[in-house]
């Protein structure tokens, strides 16, 4: 197996390209459906395309790197390239879509040489289900690489689809505390539709060109550059890579801001740029977000452990962070078979460390793991939640981590972070890192996208990065539209990354007329990937629930190993199967505001039987039969609905 840090040095032998003009190189996938074609312009810079199956996807893009001492957008040759080499990782995941996972690419790096002599060095990966490209610079003659800006563009035809959620303003929104991923999206729109908010927008970003699908993201994030998104380019349907906004930058215990942007006197190695690429069923279904990213850390994983988890906050807000009510849904998780209870925000306020260890102990006795939440914050923003500013420095983490992990604390929730800079990229990694060190699993809230984090910190169980269930029960205009965006989220937000939505109401939401059926609430629970999925049902809600439907929530796997897209389309429906061990689950929803009717061919699970629950007459009732994998099912789900189903 070849690791992804060192494949720049064992690529082979490289050969001179000859002229500043060059003939387009053509890359293409292990079976040949996916082509890429890198090749200097008449104007002397750098670009690419990408076919599939001999259709134009990606049309002619820029590629170019500019740091302060050294101008890769312009006055480029390509001075040498290497041979084609095959790649292969075979690699396994707790948080995902799959367990076993096995990428094959193949691979081919291009030397860069700009017209004072200074080199760049571009690495391509083409895989049977996308494309990837990472920059990086080693040339000894430049001393510090300081970035500048890169020149990466995504060219679509002008009659391209997509699906895109708006990057916020830096420090706006509730204190100050965007950017947060926490936007609805611009579904089904013409390329080269501007941002509502103005600032691009964020990964993923879905595309549907000449019924090819992609999605456009970035991987293997180590700590050393920013974060980026997605801005309008110069041409019609052209998307360019821009870098994050000035405020997003860590500040220290000091009142010291972090860098903004990547910068290194060594090597300056950018993250993988990503396309997911082909039918849906193949995006659906694709890995590629942690393909790219780099192994797992050494570390000792007996404490990780994927599940499901109780939340009293996502419906009953800040009073209900007491002692008692922490205690109550202690045992809410133990009768649901729950793995834990999530303590949020002033729980050192309202309960403190002492009767914080009384709890520990208590839900131990009942095999229930204690989460609890911290303020991620130092001065970026204006929030007045605690514990706040524990964490912003190594000493005060491994203090703070010290005393949990003595308590028996399994796992901590942080929120409120300050954007994509450089510097926030870090300390995240930095948290990870000690968290690891001290046995907690992590969860991140009011952040950045994972970007395949789970992958290299098995720590890492889930990361907010969407708005969540809590909007939808803070504001009807956030509650109406929750259907739709739920469905486009699983096709973008969730395609790669574990995704923290908190799903799942029955019973009413204080102010708020829920539009969502039952049924569509109980398939979030199957359809969502997140390591641990926090639970929003309160246990007056949960009362409501006939007992198949709690059986199914307590049996509900914590991992899966295999997924299959069965239909469906971003924003309208979806249906999914996902296995774990000898069962497979099966869940739909239907966003559109039309009954939608699906008959499912079962037959891929092989000869099982099992059970199947949708609506029952009315939108808060459920239904429940026995089925087997011999007979075809037709399902007619109203608008809003859902359904399950378990084969074994």
Same mark, same amino acid.
């Given at each position: 197996?070849?690791?992804?840090?060192?494949?720049?040095?064992?690529?082979?032998?490289?050969?001179?390209?000859?002229?500043?003009?060059?003939?387009? +190189?053509?890359?293409?996938?292990?079976?040949?459906?996916?082509?890429?074609?890198?090749?200097?312009?008449?104007?002397?810079?750098?670009?690419?395309?990408?076919?599939?199956?001999?259709?134009?996807? %990606?049309?002619?893009?820029?590629?170019?790197?500019?740091?302060?001492?050294?101008?890769?957008?312009?006055?480029?040759?390509? !001075?040498?390239?290497?041979?084609?080499?095959?790649?292969?990782?075979?690699?396994?995941?707790?948080?995902?879509?799959?367990?076993?996972?096995?990428?094959?690419?193949?691979?081919?790096?291009? %030397?860069?040489?700009?017209?004072?002599?200074?080199?760049?060095?571009? &690495?391509?990966?083409?895989?049977?289900?996308? *494309?990837?490209?990472?920059?990086?610079?080693?040339? =000894?003659? %430049?001393?510090?690489?300081?970035? $500048?800006? +890169?020149?990466?563009?995504? /060219?679509?035809?002008?009659?391209?689809?997509?699906?895109?959620?708006?990057?916020?303003?830096?420090?706006?929104?509730?204190?100050?505390?965007?950017?947060?991923?926490?936007?609805?999206?611009?579904?089904?729109? =013409?390329?080269?539709?501007?941002?509502?908010?103005?600032?691009?927008?964020?990964?993923?970003?879905?595309?549907?060109?000449?019924?090819?699908?992609?999605?456009?993201?970035?991987?293997?994030?180590?700590?050393?550059?920013?974060?980026?998104?997605?801005?309008?380019?110069?041409?019609?349907?052209?998307?360019?890579? *821009?870098? =994050?906004?000035?405020?997003?930058?860590?500040?220290?215990?000091?009142?010291?801001? &972090?860098?903004?942007?990547? /910068?290194?006197?060594?090597?300056?190695?950018?993250?993988?740029?990503?396309?997911?690429? &082909?039918?849906?069923?193949?995006?659906?279904?694709?890995?590629?977000?942690?393909?790219?990213?780099?192994?797992?850390?050494?570390?000792?994983?007996?404490?990780?452990?994927?599940?499901?988890?109780?939340?009293?906050?996502?419906?009953?807000?800040?009073?209900?962070?007491?002692?008692? $009510?922490?205690?109550?849904?202690?045992?809410?998780?133990? !009768?649901?078979?729950?793995?834990?209870?999530?303590?949020?925000?002033?729980?050192?306020?309202?309960?403190?460390? +002492?009767?914080?260890?009384?709890?520990? !102990?208590?839900?131990?006795?009942?095999?229930?793991?204690?989460?609890?939440?911290?303020?991620?914050?130092?001065?970026?923003?204006?929030?007045?939640?605690?514990?706040?500013?524990?964490?912003?420095?190594?000493?005060?983490?491994?203090?703070?981590?010290?005393?949990?992990?003595?308590?028996?604390?399994?796992?901590?929730?942080?929120?409120?972070?300050?954007?994509? &800079?450089?510097?926030?990229?870090?300390?995240? %990694?930095?948290?990870?890192?000690?968290?690891?060190?001290?046995?907690?699993?992590?969860?991140?809230?009011?952040?950045?996208?994972?970007?395949?984090?789970?992958?290299?910190?098995?720590?890492?169980?889930?990361?907010?990065?969407?708005?969540?269930?809590?909007?939808?029960?803070?504001?009807?205009?956030?509650?109406?539209?929750?259907?739709?965006?739920?469905?486009?989220?699983?096709?973008?937000?969730?395609?790669?990354?574990?995704?923290?939505?908190?799903?799942?109401?029955?019973?009413?939401?204080?102010?708020?007329?829920?539009?969502?059926?039952?049924?569509?609430?109980?398939?979030?629970?199957?359809?969502?990937?997140?390591?641990?999925?926090?639970?929003? +049902?309160?246990?007056?809600?949960?009362?409501?629930?006939?007992?198949? $439907?709690?059986?199914?929530?307590?049996?509900?796997?914590?991992?899966?190993?295999?997924?299959?897209?069965?239909?469906?389309?971003?924003?309208?429906?979806?249906?999914?199967?996902?296995?774990?061990?000898?069962?497979?689950?099966?869940?739909?929803?239907?966003?559109?505001?039309?009954?939608?009717?699906?008959?499912?061919?079962?037959?891929?699970?092989?000869?099982?039987?099992?059970?199947?629950?949708?609506?029952?007459?009315?939108?808060?009732?459920?239904?429940?039969?026995?089925?087997?994998?011999?007979?075809?099912?037709?399902?007619?789900?109203?608008?809003?609905?859902?359904?399950?189903? $378990?084969?074994?």
């Amino acid at each position: 197996m070849k690791k992804i840090g060192s494949y720049l040095v064992m690529l082979g032998v490289f050969v001179l390209a000859g002229c500043s003009k060059s003939a387009p +190189e053509l890359l293409t996938s292990p079976d040949k459906q996916i082509q890429v074609k890198v090749f200097v312009t008449q104007q002397n810079t750098l670009a690419y395309s990408v076919d599939r199956a001999s259709q134009p996807v %990606i049309l002619e893009s820029d590629l170019g790197l500019q740091l302060t001492a050294a101008d890769f957008t312009q006055g480029v040759a390509i !001075d040498s390239r290497s041979s084609i080499v095959s790649v292969a990782d075979d690699y396994t995941m707790r948080v995902g879509k799959k367990s076993k996972i096995s990428y094959q690419a193949n691979e081919q790096t291009f %030397i860069v040489k700009n017209a004072q002599q200074q080199k760049l060095q571009i &690495g391509f990966r083409v895989s049977n289900d996308g *494309v990837a490209f990472r920059y990086s610079v080693n040339d =000894p003659s %430049i001393a510090q690489k300081q970035f $500048v800006k +890169e020149t990466t563009s995504f /060219n679509f035809s002008p009659t391209a689809k997509a699906w895109l959620q708006p990057m916020s303003v830096a420090q706006t929104g509730w204190s100050n505390t965007n950017p947060s991923y926490e936007e609805h999206y611009q579904a089904d729109v =013409p390329v080269g539709t501007e941002s509502t908010l103005k600032q691009g927008w964020v990964f993923p970003a879905l595309f549907n060109a000449a019924d090819h699908w992609l999605a456009i993201s970035e991987t293997g994030m180590d700590g050393t550059w920013h974060g980026s998104h997605l801005q309008l380019g110069e041409k019609p349907g052209e998307y360019t890579i *821009v870098p =994050p906004q000035t405020p997003e930058v860590f500040i220290s215990a000091k009142g010291e801001k &972090g860098a903004l942007l990547a /910068n290194a006197t060594d090597t300056l190695e950018s993250p993988w740029r990503i396309i997911a690429l &082909g039918s849906l069923a193949q995006l659906m279904e694709s890995t590629l977000g942690t393909d790219l990213a780099a192994p797992a850390i050494p570390i000792d994983e007996g404490f990780i452990k994927p599940g499901h988890s109780s939340w009293s906050w996502a419906i009953l807000k800040d009073d209900f962070t007491t002692f008692d $009510v922490q205690k109550k849904f202690i045992d809410y998780a133990a !009768d649901m078979h729950w793995d834990y209870t999530l303590i949020d925000a002033d729980w050192d306020k309202k309960i403190g460390y +002492e009767k914080l260890q009384e709890l520990v !102990d208590y839900a131990a006795q009942k095999n229930i793991g204690v989460l609890v939440w911290y303020n991620s914050s130092g001065d970026w923003n204006e929030t007045p939640y605690t514990p706040k500013s524990q964490l912003i420095s190594h000493e005060l983490r491994v203090a703070e981590f010290s005393r949990l992990q003595k308590i028996g604390v399994k796992g901590v929730k942080i929120d409120f972070f300050g954007g994509d &800079g450089q510097s926030f990229m870090q300390y995240y %990694i930095d948290i990870l890192q000690d968290a690891a060190a001290h046995e907690l699993s992590v969860n991140f809230h009011g952040a950045t996208l994972p970007r395949g984090w789970q992958r290299t910190y098995p720590n890492l169980m889930t990361m907010e990065s969407i708005k969540g269930f809590e909007f939808t029960t803070f504001s009807q205009a956030d509650q109406d539209p929750v259907a739709a965006h739920v469905v486009t989220a699983l096709f973008a937000r969730n395609l790669f990354d574990p995704m923290d939505y908190t799903p799942m109401a029955f019973g009413d939401i204080p102010s708020i007329k829920r539009v969502t059926e039952n049924s569509f609430e109980l398939a979030e629970s199957v359809l969502m990937i997140s390591g641990i999925q926090h639970f929003a +049902e309160i246990p007056e809600g949960m009362a409501t629930a006939p007992e198949y $439907v709690k059986n199914f929530l307590r049996d509900l796997p914590r991992e899966w190993d295999e997924v299959k897209f069965i239909d469906g389309y971003p924003g309208k429906f979806v249906v999914i199967a996902r296995k774990a061990g000898d069962a497979w689950y099966i869940a739909g929803i239907n966003a559109e505001s039309e009954a939608k009717t699906l008959t499912l061919d079962l037959s891929f699970v092989g000869d099982k039987t099992g059970e199947l629950i949708t609506s029952g007459e009315a939108e808060r009732d459920f239904s429940h039969e026995e089925i087997d994998s011999k007979t075809p099912q037709t399902i007619t789900l109203r608008p809003s609905a859902g359904f399950v189903m $378990v084969l074994k």
